[in-house]
């Protein structure tokens, strides 16, 4: 585990950390939530208070709060997210803020959480805020849902369209880069597959940063090859749904 250094971050990729506001229905709508197994590996047993940052409209925070037992506050600064995430899950707290600055107290969190955000914080000031926020011992839990390649052709086929040009595809990304005072990263994955539709899928490719950040011409393009697929892959052709493969990749670390 190391940090960041000083210029971890450019211009595009500081755009594209705040672009998904602009497309929170697609968000909403086709981004999938994460498999049970796969959360109940991030909860440590004893964890009352948890703190998902970078929430966005849920997705992992509406996992955590099915659980039962647990008190989940939301962080996530984008108002258009946030208001998604609020009216979903009212029984989560939900505020405005930053993985860097989130505004909570001090040792107020048993576990803090992440769900495909993490890539998007600065590594080092984000590292710091968590520990500032966990009780001793607490746990920060990070985790991603990338389409699993490999697996079906049709499948692949569209993880080319959605990632071609993409210049910041963090969807093979190793160990998450944290600062100094977490242990070592306990590793697992979850495969699993999720029933899509066509119209989903596209807002899948809708809700995608690298395409957010398109020039309309160019965004209607890509999302026209996807539109295209469905209509012409022999395995999906004739299809009203088709099984999308997943891995969900998980890492857990405590304080020290």
């Known amino acids: 585990m190391t940090d960041g250094g000083d210029d971890w971050r450019g211009d595009l990729h500081r755009a594209r950390s705040t672009s998904f506001g602009r497309s929170v229905d697609a968000?909403?709508?086709?981004?999938?939530?994460?498999?049970?197994?796969?959360?109940a590996w991030l909860v440590p047993d004893d964890a009352r208070d948890v703190v998902d940052l970078g929430a966005g409209t849920g997705k992992l925070t509406a996992g955590l709060a099915a659980r039962g037992g647990l008190r989940v506050t939301?962080?996530?600064?984008?108002?258009?997210?946030r208001g998604v995430l609020a009216a979903a899950l009212?029984?989560?707290?939900?505020?405005?803020?930053?993985?860097?600055?989130t505004g909570l107290p001090d040792a107020s969190a048993d576990l803090v959480t992440v769900g495909q955000a993490w890539h998007w914080f600065d590594p080092l000031p984000a590292t710091h805020e968590v520990r500032r926020v966990l009780?001793?011992?607490?746990?920060?839990?990070l985790v991603w849902n990338v389409v699993l390649e490999g697996e079906l052709d049709w499948a692949d086929a569209y993880f080319e369209i959605v990632h071609r040009g993409d210049t910041l595809d963090y969807s093979r990304t190793q160990d998450p880069v944290v600062g100094?005072?977490?242990?070592?990263?306990?590793?697992?994955?979850?495969?699993?597959?999720r029933t899509i539709r066509?119209?989903?899928?596209?807002?899948l490719a809708a809700?995608?940063?690298?395409?957010?950040?398109?020039?309309?011409?160019?965004?209607?393009?890509l999302l026209a090859e996807v539109d295209?697929?469905?209509?012409?892959?022999?395995?999906?052709?004739?299809?009203?749904?088709?099984?999308?493969?997943?891995?969900?990749?998980?890492?857990?670390?405590?304080?020290?």
């Open 74 to 81: 939301a962080v996530e600064p984008d108002d258009l997210m």
């Open 135 to 141: 009780r001793p011992g607490g746990r920060l839990a």
């Open 198 to 203: 066509p119209d989903e899928l596209r807002r």
């Open 207 to 221: 809700s995608r940063s690298h395409l957010i950040a398109m020039s309309p011409p160019d965004r209607d393009a």
């Open 27 to 39: 968000y909403a709508a086709a981004r999938p939530s994460y498999p049970g197994d796969a959360v």
């Open 228 to 256: 295209a697929l469905w209509r012409t892959h022999p395995d999906l052709v004739g299809r009203e749904w088709a099984e999308l493969p997943y891995v969900t990749r998980c890492w857990r670390a405590s304080t020290t």
């Open 180 to 193: 100094p005072g977490l242990g070592p990263w306990e590793r697992a994955s979850f495969a699993w597959r």
């Open 90 to 101: 009212p029984t989560v707290t939900a505020v405005s803020g930053t993985a860097e600055a």
